[in-house]
């Protein structure tokens, strides 16, 4: 291999000097744009330096002169996120939750802000389309244990269900039977619950289960164990199951019983969310209208609410999904 530079004939180049078999290589210049910008990004980069957040040290890194932060960059537009939504909060804040149909702007913006809260807070339990599983009611259905009326549900999640460290709690107790009944007269109670519910045909051993039922069941599921949402005692009579409708679920939940726990919410969130959550949770399917609707409250209601409505302050809907 020589090594000696010389100028290329053909192209007019220099040639760096290398030569293998006959072949040489030329030294062609950097194209002019290529080194300018070359050049201009060494200076971006020092100017870069000096001027933002760039160099890691021990602990920290260095903070640049201008004092800019990602950090601080998502405070800032937090900060103005929040302050555009307050009008709304504080409408929603200020108007009883059964007056919230009554305006649909805000009833429609609170759903929103709910659906929201749901995924940060409800979906762990209640799963991501709220239709629950064993043991997590489905908030999709019309079947309700405490209630599915607006104040009604958000009485539920301000204080939750047998929440052990808060007396305004929801709170019964289904006694576990094993300690009471035989084996047998649980037997026949599951034969009877069954035939409640339509999955099986009345046997002797359910007409026997019918007495033990009256006896021990019907003071919180009803005579004919329609349930009872003072107590949320579940209908036992529709095919909607909490623990399962199967032979071997109801044998395992008159046995040990299971007494299902909802951590309360007043502790850990806000007033308002709590409304916006009721709010999407009555809004799923299962929704009842309020039972205390007195005629000349309701016009009144309406009409102090449509002041709120036409505020052009309270952001719509699609402000508040985030
Ligand atoms: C730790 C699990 C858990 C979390 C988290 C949870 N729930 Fe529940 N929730 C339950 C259980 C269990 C029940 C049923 C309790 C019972 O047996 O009565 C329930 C019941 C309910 C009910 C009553 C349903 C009815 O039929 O009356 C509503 C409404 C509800 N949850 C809404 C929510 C919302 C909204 C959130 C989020 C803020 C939430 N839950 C978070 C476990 C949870
Ligand atoms: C003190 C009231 C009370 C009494 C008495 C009672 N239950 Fe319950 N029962 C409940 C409550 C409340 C629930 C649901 C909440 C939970 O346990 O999480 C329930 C749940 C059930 C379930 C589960 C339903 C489902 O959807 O999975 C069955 C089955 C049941 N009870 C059967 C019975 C039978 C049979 C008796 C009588 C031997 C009985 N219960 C007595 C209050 C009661």
New binding site residues.
């Given amino acids: 291999m020589a090594n000696k530079k010389r100028v290329d004939e053909a192209t007019g180049t220099q040639t760096v000097g290398h030569e293998w078999d006959g072949i040489e290589e030329l030294d062609t210049p950097m194209p002019r744009w290529w080194v300018i910008t070359f050049v201009l990004c060494v200076v971006w980069a020092f100017g870069y330096v000096i001027f933002y957040p760039a160099i890691p040290l021990a602990n920290s890194f260095t903070k640049g002169t201008l004092g800019w932060s990602s950090h601080g960059d998502l405070e800032a537009s937090l900060a103005a996120e929040n302050s555009r939504r307050a009008p709304l909060f504080k409408a929603v804040a200020a108007t009883p939750i059964e007056a919230l149909p009554a305006n649909p702007q805000m009833l429609q913006a609170a759903i929103e802000g709910g659906r929201a809260a749901f995924k940060v807070h409800c979906v762990q339990c209640h799963g991501s389309g709220a239709a629950g599983s064993k043991?997590y009611p489905n908030l999709n259905d019309d079947d309700w244990?405490w209630g599915g009326d607006l104040a009604t549900i958000e009485y539920t999640l301000q204080h939750g269900i047998r929440n052990p460290d808060h007396d305004e709690t929801r709170i019964?107790?289904?006694?576990a039977?094993g300690e009471m009944?035989t084996p047998r007269e649980i037997r026949q109670?599951v034969a009877y619950?069954r035939t409640l519910s339509g999955q099986a045909p009345a046997t002797p051993t359910s007409a026997a289960g019918a007495t033990?039922?009256a006896n021990?069941?019907a003071?919180?599921?009803g005579a004919e164990g329609k349930g009872n949402r003072d107590?949320?005692?579940?209908n036992?009579a529709d095919s909607?199951?909490?623990?399962?409708?199967d032979t071997a679920?109801?044998r395992q939940?008159?046995t040990y019983?299971?007494?299902?726990v909802m951590p309360r919410w007043n502790n850990r969130l806000d007033a308002v969310t709590i409304k916006m959550l009721a709010a999407y949770v009555h809004s799923l399917g299962g929704g009842e209208a309020s039972p205390t609707s007195e005629p000349a409250d309701g016009i009144e209601s309406v009409a102090s609410q449509s002041a709120a409505a036409n505020d052009p302050s309270i952001p719509k809907a699609a402000d508040v999904r985030s």
């Fill in positions: 043991a244990l019964s107790q289904m006694p039977f009944l109670l619950v033990l039922f021990n069941c003071a919180c599921h107590l949320g005692a579940p036992l909607i199951w909490l623990y399962g409708g679920s109801l939940t008159i019983a299971r007494n299902g």
